[in-house]
């Protein structure tokens, strides 16, 4: 089964660039569709987004469309999440999730099987 680790989150200001990185080991990264999830203290974990096993097909929340942008690269075994223009409100933990059982892409957290550890992101106004 394949394990992730995030990394690249930060302290930024409102407005500032951020991009985070999910490494993945020990099963077939092509297999996986591979998504981004945030969480907040007392909120439940929200979809952030999602790219599928080639990356030609790629899914945003509203919140961060035209600012997010995810991409992975199945020969390095990475999937990244660009985030431009960020914001207070994004001010989260940041979550790799994958799964090699769906059909699609999917925005449910109850959908992904494999999680990495998070990532802080905080942005300053």
């Known amino acids: 089964q394949v394990q992730l680790r995030e990394s690249g989150g930060g302290l930024v200001q409102a407005g500032g660039s951020l991009r985070l990185s999910c490494a993945a080991s020990?099963?077939?990264?092509?297999?996986?569709?591979m998504a981004w999830f945030r969480q907040t203290p007392g909120k439940e974990r929200e979809f952030v987004s999602t790219?599928?096993?080639?990356?030609?097909?790629?899914a945003y929340a509203d919140s961060v469309k035209g600012r997010f942008t995810i991409s992975r690269d199945n020969a390095k075994n990475t999937v990244s999440l660009q985030m431009n223009s960020l914001k207070p409100e994004d001010t989260a933990v940041y979550y790799c999730?994958?799964?090699?059982?769906?059909?699609?892409?999917?925005?449910?957290?109850?959908?992904?099987?494999?999680w990495g550890q998070g990532t802080q992101v905080t942005v300053s106004s």
């Open positions: 999730a994958a799964d090699k059982s769906l059909g699609a892409l999917s925005r449910f957290v109850n959908q992904y099987n494999y």
């Open positions: 020990g099963g077939t990264f092509s297999w996986y569709i």
């Open positions: 790219i599928s096993w080639s990356g030609g097909s790629t």
